[in-house]
């Protein structure tokens, strides 16, 4: 689920950083390696406001 709002994120983004976004799309290995960053920093801001 993270990673569709993540990627949802990403394409109403694009115009902002084309070369992430592409990159994001096209690579699976920086893709899962991002969203495993985002989900556990978000986890961790969501664990701090608590």
């Given amino acids: 689920m993270f990673k569709n709002l993540l990627q949802a994120l990403f394409v109403e983004r694009i115009d902002q950083n084309e070369e992430i976004f592409v990159r994001y799309m096209n690579d699976p290995s ?10 556990r ?3 961790r801001r969501l664990r701090a406001d608590l």
């Fill in 41 to 43: 920093e978000t986890y």
């Fill in 30 to 39: 920086f893709q899962g390696m991002l969203t495993t960053l985002l989900a």
